[in-house]
């Protein structure tokens, strides 16, 4: 599964995914930290650590599935 990329222009940026799928979410993306997987669904994040492209990825088992992403900028 895979969001697709987002060009972040700060760094520390919050990078929010949430994926769904026909069967299992078995896995957050690398180096995003799992926060919810009720229903076979997923919700996952991590902190942009540098101004650059991100997409938000994930494992399933099933056939079909979505997966989005946000990023959020601190208010300064």
Known sequence: MNSGVATTTTANDLIFGAGVSDDT???AGYNFASR???YGNITEDRVALSVGPY???ATHSG???GMQLVA???AQ
């Open 25 to 27: 979410v078995t896995a």
């Open 63 to 65: 056939r079909m599935w």
């Open 72 to 74: 959020f900028r601190a």
């Open 55 to 57: 997409a938000a990825t």
């Open 36 to 38: 919810d997987l009720a």
